[in-house]
């Protein structure tokens, strides 16, 4: 078998389409920088008192809300254990540090970070994910698979699947109240609900310049980080706080490039391989041709007539198979038959020619 | 069905031997058959030249009976999982979201089914004609391998029927997992195109066989591209998982490390797979000898490549910088896998091919197949989460499913094996390529 020229050429327009797509793919990035105009919200921790009427109103908004009224949120006995964001609870507060060693407790709010270029939005294979002109980072479950890709690539691991839902699962994570704020009317409504005003809704640019002016004036009183600012390469929500961020259960290893870079080095070389491994073996196959070429032509005499080169075969029935019927082109030669096939069953009745009696192998 | 199986094993006896000489090929065409010429062809094809009775007979044997068993568990666990959702069948959680049906069934799955790819491009592409035995073989096992793979993600995907979104309705390019879904689709289609000879051959439909051998060379280079694509891809999953997976398993290397290794798995299963079939369907075209030569000359390449792959992965090591965390039960961990699993395989290797002794390399290609799964699930489950105090332990349904569909593939692979022209060429037919 040969490749023709026109064989060639078809493969590499194929090849080169589907080259061009990929290519366009790893330039196509989730989102862009980080635009001015985004929103964002600063939760100031040494604000919060840890009442959770923040994960109260976030059911509310997002239609959670259960049987529980809102005095059962006063419980302090959820502190106990660390808890994440779930299906049902798209913001959770943990306490960080205990009343008895006679400091005061840290409450931290989490929730979806919005990220300013997502990794859920670059790892989602529907793109279900997308920034969306206000800021916040918004999914939609109606090409959702389900494949939850998305809870591995997130850093802050904030999305959650609802594993209990047979037919219709989904992703569930904090929207900052996309609907709300879309057009400017009103906060989201944790931010609404906080009897502190620990959490701060406005344009992530000024929210910025706020936090800094709050570490300046109080530096006794904050730790000199913004967290979000840089993380993951920026997100949407920023913290500051009275304690470094690494005992608050923040996670500090997630460093400063944006997530969707991770991938993009990977992806770009899929079209560089889409063009250069067709050749390559190609031009393998063309060489291992040509040598075989001037192997016929020059030993023709001298190897044994083996088929393609192949390798000769042991037996003698095997040699009678091999050597039957050099081309196809005369398919009624009669003695084209195998041992094998003597039973008129399939090619597993090899079996059969060693010892008629052993009974079929077939089906153990 | 086990009340048959009873019934049936006090019967079993061997089946008779079909006496009257079986009709030539030729004497069947494929079009305008009779109805008795159909029933003929079914009974010799499909039941394998025995009348009903004895073919349901003959299926008593103890591997059929355990087979039954586990489909006795595997079917009522897939019901619950359809209708009772993920939760009530997994231990899945929102921090571990992939356990073992991804952990084991798609990653070890698609890395042990890449003999197909490596055959096929040893023999068609580099003209090592000598393995052209284990091509077949090879790319049966592979397309299986992918096929019980999509299987097995159907179990754990959230809403399997929107499997073709990513592809036709709804395509998030920027996403690794996008490549993956697409290279496995083709690869799939590929590796189907690519073992169509046999299947034609096997109905003695003669153009369109000559139409799919005419295609070998084309698909062979598509399906070493595709290949190395999704290989990697798998790995360049977990790019996006940096301080999930333990620093010592994540590195920017990883989708290279996953493409050498399921090189090295591929090889290895083909030797492990024309193993049990030379011993299961007691081949007599191939001679031990002959089988003794191929084994060896697969541990050759088998040596070389888990070499490459045992530097690769000290490279990585060295690349992030993670010297210090080999001395943790994690670096010993790690120690474990890439000695025990990699090096010690590639040397017994090595040794085996020096001193011709091909046992030992079906040894060593057994332990290699063991380091890979061993690879697949460090990352994807053992060392996921390597910090935190949540640990994911796969409920026995998750087990169930996966025992489930890896004994579908057997039984697959058998009830083709026995029928169609896979490890022995068929004689109607000069041998393909």
């Known amino acids: 078998m040969s490749v023709s020229r026109r064989d060639f050429l078809r493969l590499a327009g194929a090849a080169g389409v589907a080259n061009l797509a990929a290519a366009q793919a790893a330039r196509a990035s989730a989102a862009g920088p980080a635009n001015p105009e985004w929103m964002g919200m600063l939760t100031d921790l040494t604000l919060c008192v840890g009442c959770r009427k923040c994960e109260w109103a976030c059911r509310q908004a997002n239609g959670l809300a259960g049987e529980e009224p809102i005095d059962a949120y006063d419980d302090p006995s959820v502190f106990a254990n660390k808890r994440r964001t779930s299906g049902l609870s798209l913001t959770v507060v943990n306490r960080y540090g205990s009343d008895a060693a006679g400091e005061k407790p840290v409450h931290v709010k989490t929730q979806c970070m919005h990220c300013i270029e997502p990794a859920c939005a670059s790892a989602c294979l529907v793109g279900a994910y997308r920034k969306s002109p206000q800021g916040p980072v918004i999914y939609d479950d109606s090409a959702c698979i389900g494949c939850r890709y998305c809870l591995i690539a997130c850093p802050f691991e904030m999305p959650a699947y609802t594993y209990d839902d047979p037919l219709t699962p989904v992703v569930r994570k904090c929207m900052m109240c996309v609907e709300r704020i879309r057009d400017g009317a009103s906060r989201p409504a944790c931010a609404e609900m906080c009897p502190v005003e620990a959490i701060t809704f406005g344009k992530r640019n000024a929210l910025l310049t706020l936090a800094r002016k709050k570490i300046a004036e109080h530096p006794d009183k904050y730790v000199d980080h913004i967290y979000g600012e840089t993380e993951a390469g920026g997100t949407c929500w920023l913290y500051i706080a009275g304690k470094p961020f690494e005992e608050l259960g923040f996670r500090t290893d997630v460093g400063t490039t944006p997530y969707p870079e991770l991938t993009r080095g990977f992806l770009s070389s899929v079209p560089l391989i889409q063009t250069i491994w067709p050749a390559l073996l190609m031009g393998a196959y063309a060489f291992t041709q040509r040598r075989e070429t001037l192997a016929r032509d020059s030993g023709a005499s001298v190897a044994p007539p083996t088929e393609n080169g192949s390798e000769k075969p042991e037996s003698g029935r095997a040699v009678a198979v091999n050597r039957v019927a050099p081309s196809d082109d005369n398919p009624s030669l009669p003695s084209r038959s195998r041992p094998g096939r003597v039973q008129g069953r399939g090619s597993d009745q090899a079996s059969q020619t060693r010892s008629e009696s052993t009974p079929p192998e077939a089906e153990s | ?433």
């Open chain 2, 1 to 433: 069905m086990i009340d048959q199986v009873a019934r049936t094993a006090v019967l079993e006896s061997p089946p008779p031997v079909a006496d009257e000489p079986a009709p030539s090929r030729q004497a069947v065409p494929p079009r305008g058959r009779s109805r008795s010429a159909s029933l003929a062809w079914l009974r010799r094809e499909i039941l394998l030249g025995q009348t009903p009775r004895d073919y349901l007979k003959s299926l008593v044997t103890p591997f059929n009976i355990v087979a039954a068993l586990i489909l006795c568990v595997g079917i009522p666990v897939t019901i619950v999982r359809f209708t009772q959702g993920l939760a009530a069948t997994t231990n899945l959680t929102d921090a571990t979201p992939w356990g073992l049906w991804i952990g084991f069934d798609v990653l070890c799955g698609v890395a042990l089914a890449a003999g197909g790819f490596v055959m096929a491009s040893a023999v068609h592409l580099f003209g090592l004609h000598d393995y052209k035995p284990l091509v077949r073989p090879a790319i049966l096992t592979g397309f299986l391998g992918y096929f019980f793979v999509v299987i097995g993600l159907l179990f754990d995907l959230g809403r399997p029927w929107r499997l073709p979104y990513p592809l036709f309705i709804s395509p998030g390019v920027t996403s690794v997992m996008f490549e993956v879904a697409w290279c496995v689709a083709l690869y799939l289609t590929v590796q189907l195109l690519e073992f169509c000879p046999a299947a034609f051959e096997w109905l003695g439909w003669r153009s369109c066989r000559q139409w799919a051998v005419w295609m070998t060379v084309g698909l062979t280079v598509f399906g070493v591209l595709l290949s190395t694509l999704h290989q990697s891809a798998l790995g360049g999953l977990f790019l996006m998982a940096p301080g999930k997976i333990h620093p010592l398993w994540y590195s920017p290397y990883i989708p290279v490390l996953f493409f050498a290794s399921a090189v090295a798995a591929g090889i290895s299963m083909v030797v492990f797979e024309s193993m049990l079939s030379h011993r299961v369907f007691q081949e007599a075209r191939h001679s031990r000898a002959r089988m003794d030569r191929l084994t060896l000359g697969l541990g050759k390449a088998a040596a070389v490549v888990l070499m490459v792959y045992f530097g690769l992965k000290w490279l990585a090591l060295a690349h992030g910088q993670q010297w210090r965390l080999l001395l943790t039960p994690y670096g010993y961990w790690w120690l474990l896998e890439v000695l025990g699993f990699i090096l010690l395989p590639c040397l017994l290797n090595a040794y085996a091919v020096r001193n011709r002794r091909a046992g030992l390399v079906r040894f060593a290609c057994v332990i290699t197949v063991l380091g890979i799964v061993l690879n697949r699930l460090n990352i994807s489950i053992i060392t996921y989460h390597w910090n935190a105090a949540e640990r994911y332990i796969p409920d026995w349904k998750e087990f169930a499913i996966t025992i489930m569909i890896v004994t579908l593939g057997l039984l697959s692979f058998r009830s083709i094996v026995n029928r169609m022209p896979v490890l022995n060429d068929h004689p109607d037919f000069e041998p393909a390529h």
